[in-house]
């Protein structure tokens, strides 16, 4: 009797409603789940070949969804590099004499699959120093004479603010000048006067006019590669030495670029980094400035700074008590004359009686654990190593 009132006051009460009917088992129970659990998705390797400049090339297993930046700090790793955020990832097609270098954010395995067969392609590990410098140095990039803005704009507009409005999605500065333009199914070039917009890239049919009814429609580039002429003159009968094309992701082969030729190098680098700036926009200056991320404070031009040596001071120590240092002026003389008596001292040491002998006899398998140390190698072979990294300060 007791078990049958328990049960029956339990009855009474109001049934509560399950917040959560997907967890309950039924016979949808692993439908839903199966919808509401994140898939497992798998990352498919594949082995790509990078060649360095001595032509010597290095597989690698990486996933499908690899970057280009991943890629060379992979290198770095593999190869003891010093990571100077120069390191670049270039395509090179051999038939055609195009190369690029690979932003940063970009898929190497889509590259790859833009590759046509017949070509013989490859991926080229090595450095380039200006692949950001417009953004530290944009007055040699953008010449006033190639660069005009819009109507509203009535003041001086200074360097920076180009970038800024190049970077914009709401203003863009024109771009616009002579250019030589290879004519379709053509061999002969006509000097063009171009003009790059938003919306892309025109040339004018009547001289430097600029209105709309002359304004014939060059390329876009959402759907195509900007790519360097590296040997223009000798394919494709270029004018200059100073050639760019663009060259559709899935192409059928030479018939479909678009070949451009500039009178000199400068009128180029302009053309192509505005370019590049309209076509990639925000996400460029995101790649130059990912490798300071994390460094408050920091700008891309100065060094980083452990958190140990911003708690340091200069001290002297020369008195019966020590002082700090506060005049700067004072603090940078004793470093300088303290790194000198260092470099003094290191040069001679004494043995046991009382003659010099050399660091490189003590130090000899230091050196030897260093990428940059070569032992017995001619001078030519010496030359060639430092004009490998480039004519480049440091």
């Not at 000198?340 to 040069?347: I, K, P, S, T």
């Amino acid at each position: 009797n007791r078990r049958k009132k328990k049960d029956d006051s339990i009855l009474e009460i109001s049934s509560i409603p399950n917040p959560f009917p997907e967890l309950c088992c039924s016979p949808f129970a692993s439908v839903l789940s199966a919808s509401l659990l994140p898939k497992a998705t798998s990352r498919k390797k594949q082995v790509i070949k990078v060649y360095s400049e001595d032509d010597t090339s290095r597989a690698l297993e990486v996933p499908s969804d690899i970057t280009a930046r991943d890629v060379c700090q992979l290198l770095i790793l593999k190869n003891h590099y010093v990571d100077d955020h120069s390191w670049t990832l270039f395509e090179q097609l051999t038939h055609t004499g195009l190369g690029r270098a690979i932003e940063d954010h970009e898929l190497v395995m889509e590259v790859q699959s833009n590759w046509v067969t017949e070509e013989e392609s490859k991926l080229y590990f090595r450095k380039n120093y200006s692949k950001y410098e417009f953004f530290k140095n944009p007055l040699s990039f953008f010449p006033d004479h190639m660069i005009s803005f819009p109507s509203e704009t009535t003041a001086a507009v200074s360097h920076s603010e180009i970038l800024q409005m190049f970077l914009s999605s709401s203003t863009y500065p024109e771009i616009h000048g002579y250019l030589y333009a290879k004519e379709q199914g053509k061999k002969s070039w006509k000097k063009l006067y171009f003009l790059l917009r938003r919306s892309g890239l025109y040339f004018s049919t009547k001289g430097t006019s600029k209105e709309p009814r002359h304004l014939q429609f060059f390329c876009e580039f959402s759907n195509s590669d900007m790519y360097m002429s590296l040997t223009g003159k000798k394919i494709s009968g270029a004018p200059t030495n100073y050639g760019f094309c663009f060259k559709p992701n899935k192409s059928g082969g030479t018939r479909d670029l678009k070949q451009l030729c500039a009178d000199d190098e400068q009128n180029r680098t302009c053309w192509m980094t505005a370019i590049r700036l309209l076509k990639y926009g925000m996400q460029l200056y995101q790649n130059y400035m990912q490798p300071y991320q994390g460094r408050s404070g920091c700008s891309p031009l100065t060094p980083m700074r452990s958190i140990s040596e911003n708690s340091l001071v200069a001290m002297d120590f020369s008195g019966h008590r020590s002082r700090i240092i506060e005049n700067p002026t004072e603090a940078l003389s004793v470093a300088v004359e303290e790194g000198l008596a260092w470099r003094r001292r290191g040069c001679l040491r004494l043995n046991s009686h009382g003659s010099p002998i050399a660091m490189s006899n003590m130090g000899m398998s230091i050196h030897r654990s260093q990428s940059w140390f070569h032992h017995k190698i001619s001078r030519e072979e010496a030359q060639r190593l430092i004009l490998q990294h480039g004519l480049v300060d440091g």
